[in-house]
Every structure is written in C-alpha cells, then in structure tokens.
C-alpha cells in the first residue's frame, strides 16, 4: 500500500555512534530525546516538542555508524575535504541524517557514513559492499561525476539511489533525485504567473548553462500547458542593451519571461527585459536569484517559487545544538531522507525501500514541505509562491497539502 503523507512515527530514547578501526565505545548512550512521551510528532517525524542534551560527534577519521545494530542499513556516501572532515553541504547532509536516524529510526534502521575519497576509483568497490550487506539505500552527496558513475551501475547491482545533490538522469533507473534546483523553482514560478497555461514562454540562461539543463527547462515549461519560445543566453558581462539585442525576438515574443541564474547580472538581464516595454508582460525568477536583485526596480513584481520551510523550524533547534552550527537546506534534505526511509521501514518492513514505494503518488511530507518523485526519479515539491515587493520577498501563495 503507498505511504501516506503523514505517518504516526514515534522517537526512541538513546542512539550510539559506534566507531570502528579498533576502537570501541564506552560510557554512556547519547540521549537524543528525553522523556519519549514528551516528544510528539507532527507530519512525518517531526518533533515539536523534545528537550535533548549535547552530542559529542565522532571523529570523522573512523568509520561512523549509528542506529540501531541489526536495523535496516542506509548507506551514506560523501566525500571528505582537503583537511580530511566533511565539510560544507556534505558535513550539513550528514548531521541532518544522523538526527534523522536517530529521532526517527527506533532502532529499526542503521546508517553508516562512508567517505568516498578523491576521483571515482572507490566508487565500483563501495557500491558493491553496500549491496553485500544488504543496504537497502544509498544516499549521497557527492559531485556530479561520482554521482553519474553510482547511477550508471545497473539496479540489480546496487541499491536504489537517493541523492541530494545536483539533479542526476536515471540512466540505468532507481535513482532519487531529493534537491529542488532553480529548474523546479522556474516551473512552479511559471505555474504561477499562467495558472491556466496557454502562455508563450521564454526563457534566459547564463551562456554556460548546459545542455541537459537546457533540455529539462525546456520540457518543464512545455508541461506546464504554456507555449516554449526558446532559451536565450546572456553573458556575465553583457550589458542590457546586448542581452536585449541578442535575445529581441524571444522577449518581445513572450507573454512571460523567465530568467535563471544565481549572480548579480540577473539584475540586468531583468533590466534588459523590461527596458523591451511588452505590455502586461511577466517575469519569473528563482530561488538561486541573489537577494541583491530584489531590489532592481526592473525586478518588481517578479513572481519567484521557494521552498517551503515551515516544517525545518521543529528540528533547527535541535540541530544546532547537536552540532554547533546552523541548519541549512542540505541538513534539512538528510534528515528527510532518513523519514523516508525510517517510515516505509516501520510501516511496511525492511523490504518497503522499493521503486513503486518511494514513487507513490501521495508523496512525502518532510521538513521541506510536501514532495514525491516522478517515475523519472526527479523531485516534485510544492512550494511558496513569492512576489517581488519593495526589494523583498512578499508570500502571495501557501503551497497546496496534496499533489
């Protein structure tokens, strides 16, 4: 049966990062959630009601485990940094995992970190090693080369894939894309501004902006029931009288106008489209647009989709305490992963991490709001529907409770 949106998951007591290399664990379990009847849930696995001590995080020279002992294994592969700890998204991935096994797992999953080291040499061996002891997940965050080499590994010699960063084609299928980019993030920004399609759309992208991506901008926006002009490219240097002299034909052509990229130029790139003078013409921006640009007068009343992050505030608190630092999108996006997988597990058993179950189209709802995957293992999310207002982001749309 599919999983619903919301599910009665319960948190467990104590969970114990367990080190190996020859070293062993003394002392006492680190207690993540005190008072299991004090903890009560809200959606799927969120605690909103918790008081927890300190964790004093393992060495990342050791191999980590945590969880329960003989609970169902998720794999999690990432790369280290130069100075030899995880840094960045992937340290951000990894905590929000580990609270996420910990706060949700009941001892019925088990997560082990693995560093992948440099290039793609290890990446056949740990693959396989996962598979031999029957992990019923790989998730990762790991570059797109990496990322590929996981993917192309035939299913019946791997895993499925759950992976959090950049958007990967399932070339041999089960693979998981769980990160919304600036692609989704225009999409649901064009839904906005042509609720009923039937709009002539173009689209502006930075020079560099690569094939595959281009191909997925373009069937996004032909799926959303609108017209697609074409893609126009701009420079980073480009000035608006040349992005609007190079790309002429699309803007004027164009009922609605999107625009990606994550620098400054944006602001021109707007500046250039406006300075064309359609008249009730539309611009749509993203999530990757710099704050800076709101307050580009050309920016003004740009619709821009985001996502929805009301239910990351039940687990930043605790996130920041575990780990002394912030939590960000990718700590969120590891802590989900570990819902998915913790409430197939205990509501369908180890063997619930199957293509049909993760694809169900009810969807999820985590700490980034309500999402599910396509059969083409790519995330659809509903987000916040922002308008540019006064230099800022104004909330015109909540996002919708089911797909």
């Not at 997988?341 to 709001?369: D, E, H, W, Y």
């Amino acid at each position: 049966m599919p999983f619903a949106i919301s599910l009665p998951l319960s948190l467990f007591t104590e969970w114990l990062p367990r080190r190996r290399h020859q070293q062993r664990v003394g002392g006492a379990a680190l207690i993540l959630c005190a008072g299991l009847a004090g903890c009560q849930m809200d959606g799927i696995g969120l605690a909103s009601n918790s008081k927890t001590d300190n964790v004093k995080m393992p060495s990342t020279a050791i191999e980590e485990t945590y969880g329960g002992d003989s609970g169902t294994e998720i794999t999690l592969l990432l790369r280290k940094g130069a100075a030899g700890l995880y840094e960045g998204p992937a340290r951000d991935a990894r905590d929000g995992a580990i609270l996420g096994v910990g706060e949700l797992g009941n001892n019925q999953v088990r997560l082990r970190v693995k560093d992948v080291g440099q290039g793609l040499t290890n990446i056949p061996a740990l693959v396989s090693a996962a598979k031999g002891r029957n992990a019923a997940l790989i998730v990762s965050y790991l570059p797109p080369a990496e990322t590929a080499a996981i993917a192309a590994i035939p299913p019946t010699q791997r895993p499925p894939l759950l992976n959090l960063a950049s958007a990967m084609a399932a070339t041999n299928g089960d693979v998981f894309n769980l990160a919304s980019d600036e692609i989704d993030s225009a999409a649901e920004g064009v839904k906005a501004a042509a609720p009923g399609g039937h709009k002539k759309i173009s689209a502006l992208v930075l020079a560099d902006f690569s094939q595959s991506d281009s191909t997925r901008l373009s069937n996004a926006l032909w799926n959303s029931g609108n017209t697609f002009m074409g893609l126009g490219r701009y420079g980073a240097s480009d000035q608006a009288a040349d992005i609007l002299a190079k790309n002429r034909p699309l803007i004027q052509s164009a009922e609605i106008v999107v625009i990606l990229g994550s620098t400054p130029e944006v602001g021109m790139v707007a500046s250039a489209v406006r300075s064309a003078a359609i008249p009730a013409q539309a611009l749509v921006g993203t999530n990757k647009w710099p704050q800076a640009v709101y307050t580009t007068p050309a920016a003004a009343g740009a619709f821009v989709a985001t996502d929805d992050t009301q239910g990351s505030g039940l687990i930043a608190e605790r996130y920041q305490r575990h780990f002394n630092h912030p939590l960000t999108t990718y700590g969120a996006y590891g802590y989900d992963a570990m819902a998915i997988v913790s409430g197939l597990i205990r509501s369908q058993g180890p063997q619930a991490i199957t293509a049909a179950n993760l694809m169900n189209k009810v969807g999820f709802r985590g700490t980034t709001g309500l999402f599910r995957f396509s059969a083409a293992g790519m995330v659809e999310r509903k987000m916040v529907i922002n308008t540019i207002d006064g230099g800022k982001l104004k909330v015109a749309v909540q996002p919708s409770q089911s797909f």
